[in-house]
């Protein structure tokens, strides 16, 4: 076997090897404190949301359960070689209730984004990136669906209507899949992470100006790192 041939075995065998040999990364994430009082949304300008729900809506800009777990945190890891594709299923958030289901969604760059409005009234739906490009159209009620699509990588930013102030949703673009959202009780899981050292960010939307990081080395065994937000102590 001539020395080209065996240099390109151990390529195509290194390959095979770094892509069966990947990890997992999970764990939970936390708030320490008294949790801040919950806000109640004012929905009376737009009679058609307020009929929408038998009771108060609150935001969601902070869910954490009696045992101090927070949901809807993301949790991404940086800087990550990727060569793979992009999911052919889009992303769906809706418009139901004048609130955005689901309030923060991760998705891939050039990953199709499904837009619905399920409310019987005019939403004008306007994202707030600062490295993709911004879209901004009006939804009335007879307009049940649009697509759209961010192109590039980008930390966290919100949706919001121009219609009703009090709607906001939160949007990760990741440029690899490597990434996840904190369920109810507060926990996560990414799998399949190639072997490596990465830094791991978890992000909050109280807490957007200061996400937590952490250092994690993933190998042929699941890797445990939680994390735990907490009130800054006053001066």
């Known amino acids: 076997m001539s020395l080209i041939r065996i240099l390109i075995a151990i ?11 990947a990890g997992s990364l999970k764990g939970s994430v936390r708030f320490d404190g008294k949790p801040p009082k919950k806000k109640k949304l004012r929905m009376d300008a737009d009679p058609v949301c307020g009929s929408a729900h038998s009771g108060p809506v609150f935001s969601e800009s902070f869910k954490v359960n009696s045992d101090g777990d927070l949901a809807e945190c993301f949790v991404w890891l940086r800087n990550v070689k990727y060569s793979g594709g992009v999911p052919k299923e889009p992303v769906v958030i809706d418009q139901k209730g004048c609130i955005y289901i689901p309030h923060v969604f991760a998705m891939q760059a050039g990953q199709e984004l499904l837009i619905k409005n399920s409310d019987p009234t005019l939403h004008n739906i306007h994202s ?15 307009v049940k ?54 830094e791991v960010v978890c992000w909050q939307e109280k807490f957007k100006k200061n996400p937590l990081t952490a250092t994690v080395t993933i190998g042929d065994q699941a890797v445990t790192k939680d994390f735990t937000f907490s009130r800054p102590k006053k001066k």
């Open 11 to 21: 390529v195509l065998l290194s390959t095979i090897f770094s892509d069966i040999h």
């Open 128 to 142: 707030m990136p600062k490295v993709n490009k911004e879209f901004n159209f009006a939804m009335p009620k007879v």
């Open 145 to 198: 669906e649009r697509k759209s699509t961010f192109e590039k990588s980008e930390d966290p930013f919100y949706i919001k209507c121009d219609v009703h102030p009090w709607m906001k949703s939160w949007a990760l673009v990741s440029d690899h899949p490597y990434f996840a959202v904190t369920d109810t009780n507060g926990s996560y899981l990414i799998d399949n992470i190639p072997t490596g050292t990465y």
